[in-house]
């Protein structure tokens, strides 16, 4: 490990294999049976549920997934909550938040009192599997139970796949906002092919920051710094082409709203590049290609052979 570290993160070595992305289950398809199953089953409010087969545009969805402070990432909460708010008090966006289990208390009592002042659950809603286990819409709070085959600290409840609506999250989402402490949550994140924002990547160190480096410079992840004013990407559309001139210049100079063709509400002001989608659904096949070469290096070591160069040298 010593030498791995020697000679830098991204050096590659016989003894480990360098992926595009952390190895996921995220496909079109896992999504929309996790929509359907939230549904079913009443883990998200429905006003987060869109009616399809309307055309009159809905608010921006925005899923925003917390994580906790660890050696190579530490939290600022008031600034977090401050920038989330701009959300729905500027954006106009309507918000979903889950925690993981390594979310700090502070962070989870700042959302809450956040919550209390929003007080409408269908601009925020909040999901805390470690919170003693509730029915959506009622005040009614049970004990926590820890079932054994469930994920998270003991097993508890809330991170049972019938109770837990994060990948529903996912799917329901327009956008997604990630902490920049957690390396699953931004690659889940990535494979929906969603525009993905990082929360608090200024804070990040060592290697968590030349990985946020290296999808920010792909065009893959932006900073989360959302607008202070309404910022409305110009779209040219019959109506405007009706127009007047004047009336147009009027709107573009207003001072209540930024109009950019490039404009991005959610990160920083000014024009950003397209966003590149190409590790949408790709963790299945990743994890298909790694288990094939695996497979292969394996058997030329048992038979005694050379491994083939284009195994041997590949990055998945």
Partial sequence: MKNLAALGLMKDQKNYFRINSTLNSITPKSLQLARTKALDNNLIPKSFFRDTSSSKPSDTIVAVLIGGPNEDCSHHT?????????????????????????????????????QEQVQDESKLFVYDPMAPSTTLGSTTSQTQVSWPNAPGPKGVEGFLPDRNPYEAMLALADKIVVTADSVSMTNEALATGKPLYILGGELARGKLKVFHRY?????????????????LPMQPTPTMSTTSSSTRSEAISSKSSQYNDTADPLSYPGDHPPWNTTLEGKGPEEAKRLAERLLIMRECRLAGKRVPGHIADATC
């Avoid at 600034?79 to 925690?99: E, K, S």
């Avoid at 999808?215 to 910022?231: E, K, Q, S, V």
């Fill in 78 to 114: 008031e600034r977090m909550v401050h920038r989330l708010a701009r959300l729905v008090d500027v954006q106009n966006c309507r918000v979903m938040i889950t925690f993981s289990q390594r979310t700090a208390d502070n962070t989870r009592k700042a959302i809450a009192k956040w």
């Fill in 215 to 231: 999808h920010t410079d792909l065009n893959m992840t932006r900073a989360f710094r959302p607008g202070r004013i309404p910022i």
